[in-house]
């Protein structure tokens, strides 16, 4: 009984998840267009505006650098390594943005944050990134919201952010409406040097592996930023959420889309249903996890095993880091290696950094894809541990 309820259940997951797969589709630029503020759609959409507003509960901010010591050392050269917050709620990405202590040059920096500079672009072209922050500032109304994955429509899905579409090119109609719409900022990307247009690094979603990702940063000797100590050229990973999940390895790329596991769907006083766009962890709802329960009875334990494991090692690789990165420095200073010996160390300790930063800067821990996630771990610390071999104390 027990194994037909489920097979049942599973069926009829498989259909909703079929019948609810929507195309992605990407907007129409140049049009002129001005942002409907989520305000405006409060009385159309009263449950899922409600929804919306609740994101101003998840509010806590964990400081990084206070919580992981090594990257103080692991990040010199860029302001991340002063101060680096965790990620919050939607409704505090511009104050986030404005307050993080690390200087902004250009409105670039607003890309993941507020609809309007995402219209901003779409009406003036690449030209917008190069504003000064400054005065995009004056021009910045709200925090993520509806025009993001909506455009003007109110409820259909539209990627607004077109580097998105540019590096899905035909595949991106291919691609899980809901999942495109968090794709959009959920994302590893690079500022392109000449332009400072936002740029994902890979063409296709065959590239979206961290071994295509480094491979096209190095034929483009891309750089964040140069180690002033080591003189090691570090790339900077982002938020790989989508290339993570949609990844090599991931047990339930093609059956769930993002939306399905962190938006839940509520039901009003009126007993009609919405989906929340209360973004948060699967882990803090409870329908989401009635949902999961005939394959996971236990989510979180499930869940929190995985992170475990991840962050144990996550840690331990990169205290090894921080320990290369001092040893290199010393190297660096004592003026006894040559520019050959300290170059092939550099490389390895460019490369062991993208790995392991692949990791640590994924919202999940792990929880995405742990094939994937050890995968990237192992690398890194093959290539650290072999940098390490090549200094001679
Ligand atoms: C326009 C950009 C943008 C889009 C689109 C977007 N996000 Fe986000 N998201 C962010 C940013 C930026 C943050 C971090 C906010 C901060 O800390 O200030 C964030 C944070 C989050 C968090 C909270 C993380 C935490 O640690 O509490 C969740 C969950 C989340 N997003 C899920 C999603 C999902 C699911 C989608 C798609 C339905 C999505 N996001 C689409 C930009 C975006
Ligand atoms: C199969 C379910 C599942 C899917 C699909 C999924 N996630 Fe997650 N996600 C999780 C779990 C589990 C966690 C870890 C939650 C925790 O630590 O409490 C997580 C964590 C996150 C976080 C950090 C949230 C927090 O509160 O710390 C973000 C952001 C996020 N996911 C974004 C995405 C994006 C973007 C996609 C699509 C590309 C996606 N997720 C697809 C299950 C999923
Ligand atoms: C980060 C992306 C994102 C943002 C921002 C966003 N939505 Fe959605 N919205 C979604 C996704 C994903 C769905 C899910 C389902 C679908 O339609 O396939 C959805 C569904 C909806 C629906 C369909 C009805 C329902 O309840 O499922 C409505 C209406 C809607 N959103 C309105 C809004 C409004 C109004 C805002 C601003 C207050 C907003 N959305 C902001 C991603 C977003
Ligand atoms: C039909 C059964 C089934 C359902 C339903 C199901 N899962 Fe899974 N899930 C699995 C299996 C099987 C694995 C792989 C387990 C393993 O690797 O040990 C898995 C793995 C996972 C992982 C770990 C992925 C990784 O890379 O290690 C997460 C997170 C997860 N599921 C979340 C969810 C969530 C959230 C839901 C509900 C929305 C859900 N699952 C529904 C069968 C299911």
Request: aromatic share 10%.
């Amino acid at each position: 009984m027990k194994k037909i309820l489920m097979l049942a259940l599973c069926m009829l997951m498989i259909v909703t998840v079929c019948v609810s797969a929507q195309a992605a589709t990407a907007t129409q630029t140049g049009t002129g267009v001005t942002v409907i503020k989520a305000a405006d759609w409060a009385e159309t959409y009263p449950d899922v505006y409600a929804s919306y507003e609740k994101n101003a509960e998840n509010k806590d901010i964990i400081d990084h650098v206070e919580e992981y010591p090594m990257i103080a050392t692991v990040y010199e050269g860029m302001a991340f390594n002063k101060f680096y917050g965790s990620a919050r709620g939607h409704y505090y990405t511009v104050q986030d943005v404005t307050s993080t202590g690390r200087p902004h040059a250009l409105a670039n920096c607003f890309t993941c944050k507020t609809p309007d500079f995402t219209a901003k672009v779409n009406n003036e072209g690449v030209s917008a990134y190069q504003i000064p922050f400054e005065d995009m500032l004056a021009e910045v109304n709200e925090s993520v919201s509806c025009y993001n994955c909506h455009a003007n429509t109110g409820n259909e899905l539209v990627v607004t952010h077109t580097y998105l579409a540019d590096a899905m090119g035909e595949e991106l109609a291919g691609l899980n409406a809901e999942t495109a719409s968090c794709a959009q900022c959920h994302v590893e990307y690079y500022f392109a040097p000449e332009t400072k247009a936002v740029t994902l690094p890979y063409d296709s979603m065959a590239a979206m592996h961290p071994d295509a990702i480094l491979e096209y940063f190095e034929e483009m000797q891309f750089a964040d930023y140069t180690n002033p100590r080591t003189g090691v050229k570090q790339i900077k990973v982002q938020h790989p959420e989508f290339e993570t999940y949609m990844g090599k390895g991931s047990v339930h790329a093609s059956q769930f889309s993002c939306a399905d596991c962190h938006m839940e769907k509520a039901t009003n006083a009126a007993g009609e249903t919405y989906t929340s766009h209360y973004w948060v962890s699967p882990l803090a709802s409870e329908s989401i996890q009635a949902s999961c329960a005939a394959c996971h009875p236990d989510l979180s334990g499930f869940v929190k095993g995985i992170q475990a494991k991840a962050e144990e090692r996550t840690v331990a690789i990169g205290t090894k880091l921080e320990t290369l990165t001092n040893q290199l420095a010393d190297a660096v200073a004592a003026g006894t290696y040559t520019e050959e010996e300290l170059d092939a160390i550099r490389q390895l300790n460019r490369k062991g950094q993208f790995y392991w930063d692949f990791v640590f800067v994924e919202n999940s821990e792990g929880a995405h894809n742990s094939r994937l996630t050890t995968e990237c771990l192992d690398k890194a610390e093959a290539l650290i541990d072999e940098a390490l071999t090549l200094i001679k104390l």
